[in-house]
């Protein structure tokens, strides 16, 4: 009950199609009790005119015979299936076959109760003062009656659940523009504030153009309060740049000064903060730009070409932590996406990879192509995230306690966000090292209609 009452006010679909059915069995349920009403009567009356037709075949003449042969050809069984004649008075009557009538009842067409039985009777004055009646009981004329109206029936029983799955099929087609629109905003990418419109060439509704006035509306106003925080982060993250610098260069002047041993500790631990702040102020403008809706250009990338850009940038500081990175198998792929964005969010993934990964560790790069969907992998030999951590490290700003590295928190939600601009989706799971070793494995999967062919390429050097 309270399943009904929820679609009851929350479901319009549901309201209409259940009111409209109602509605539908109401009408037919009253125009079938005026069909079988009217038919009903109107086999009363046919039944009626029959017993007239009798009656005037019966003359003075053939009285007697129409009488003993309606006795004798009525069934013992079903006495009241017949038509039955008789003079007023009956004397040569016989006994439980035949009714008696009064005879003072007057010519023309009566229903009177006979021997505890119900008769339809005609009465009618023959030549010489000669009275007849001609009678059937009501119980038969109205079983005939109601089989007569019974019949009327039928085409409602086979109609009216013909209608009610029409009228289903019509409610459910006249709310397919509202589920269509539904299904849009529901593929948007979060940062699409573009205004609703057409779906599928599909004219919407009047009723709906409303809604969808006011929701292009709201995104318009949602757009304009976004725009003015990006811009507001891009332009605090510029305004910072420069005192950084400064601060920076005044760091490395006093770096070749000569200073006491305390005061140049404290000098060590101000450099590694300035150049903590400047990768923070770099992952918020990098954000900010992978943030913009602007549509990014989008051609065929040739992924292997993607990893040989990354390892020439992140080889140097892999080797100093002595790790060993490289490409495992052949990066053959080719996907329709955006470079830059590519590259962008395969080195944040690839930087994390040999930032978390212990010194003497292992870091691979591989691409696989099945089914039509082209899979990126990054596996490292790295502590790994627990399951319970792996949806929250997507936040901005969220870091793993306890992994010992520092960081903005942003790298994984620039990954997500670019993911999301280009179609592909990022999980994370286990790495599967043969040797058992723990590990991270980030898989990228750009689906089949996000790539657009694998070519063969020149296979990358597997290591470092």
Do not use: C
């Not at 109609?159 to 709310?175: C, D, E, G, K, S």
């Not at 599909?202 to 949602?222: D, Y």
């Not at 790295?382 to 929250?392: A, F, K, L, W």
């Amino acid at each position: 009950m309270d399943g009904f009452e929820e679609k009851m006010t929350q479901s319009l679909q549901f309201r209409l199609s259940l009111w409209l059915a109602v509605a539908i069995l109401a009408s037919a349920l009253a125009a079938g009790s005026f069909s079988f009403a009217a038919a009903f009567h109107e086999a009363n009356l046919i039944q009626d005119a029959q017993l007239h037709e009798v009656a005037s075949l019966v003359t003075s003449r053939n009285v007697d015979e129409m009488a003993h042969g309606s006795a004798r050809y009525v069934p013992m069984q079903e006495p009241e299936a017949k038509v039955v004649v008789e003079r007023i008075p009956g004397r040569d009557a016989l006994q439980g076959t035949h009714f008696r009538v009064a005879q003072s009842l007057g010519d023309g067409m009566h229903t009177v109760a006979i021997g505890g039985l119900e008769w339809r009777v005609i009465v009618k004055t023959l030549d010489a003062g000669m009275r007849i009646a001609v009678g059937q009981q009501t119980r038969d004329r109205d079983e005939i009656a109601r089989s007569s109206a019974a019949a009327t029936l039928i085409p409602f029983i086979v109609l009216v659940p013909v209608l009610l799955a029409i009228v289903a099929v019509l409610v459910r087609r006249t709310f397919r523009p509202l589920a269509r629109l539904a299904a849009e905003l529901d593929n948007r990418n979060a940062n699409d504030m573009s205004p609703i419109a057409d779906t599928a060439g599909v004219r919407l509704p009047t009723e709906i153009t409303p809604f969808v006035v006011a929701n292009n509306r709201l995104l318009a106003r949602v757009a304009h309060a976004v725009d003015v925080q990006r811009r507001f982060v891009a332009d605090a993250a510029h305004e910072l740049r420069s005192p950084l610098t400064a601060l920076s260069l005044h760091a490395e002047r006093l770096d070749a000064v000569e200073l006491a041993a305390p005061a140049r500790e404290r000098l060590a631990t101000l450099r590694q903060a300035i150049a903590r702040t400047r990768a923070l102020l770099e992952q918020l403008l990098t954000l900010a730009r992978v943030q913009d809706v602007a549509d990014a250009t989008v051609g065929p990338v040739h992924v292997g070409a993607v990893f040989r850009q990354i390892l020439e940038d992140l080889v140097p500081i892999a080797q100093a932590r002595r790790l060993d990175i490289g490409v495992v198998g052949d990066a053959v792929a080719v996907v329709e996406t955006s470079e830059p964005d590519l590259a962008t969010m395969l080195k944040n993934l690839v930087d994390n990879a040999i930032r978390y990964t212990p010194p003497g560790g292992r870091v691979d790069l591989s691409v696989r192509v099945e089914h039509g969907a082209t899979s990126i992998f990054i596996d490292d030999t790295g502590p790994g995230i627990p399951e319970s951590e792996r949806e929250r490290v997507f936040d901005r700003f969220y870091r793993v306690l306890g992994s010992g590295q520092s960081g903005s928190g942003l790298g994984l939600s620039i990954v997500q966000t670019i993911a999301a601009r280009l179609g592909a989706s990022v999980t994370l799971g286990s790495a599967p090292w043969p040797s058992g070793a723990t590990g991270l494995r980030v898989a990228v999967v750009f689906p089949a209609t996000v790539q657009r062919r694998a070519v063969r390429a020149q296979p990358l050097a597997t290591s470092t």
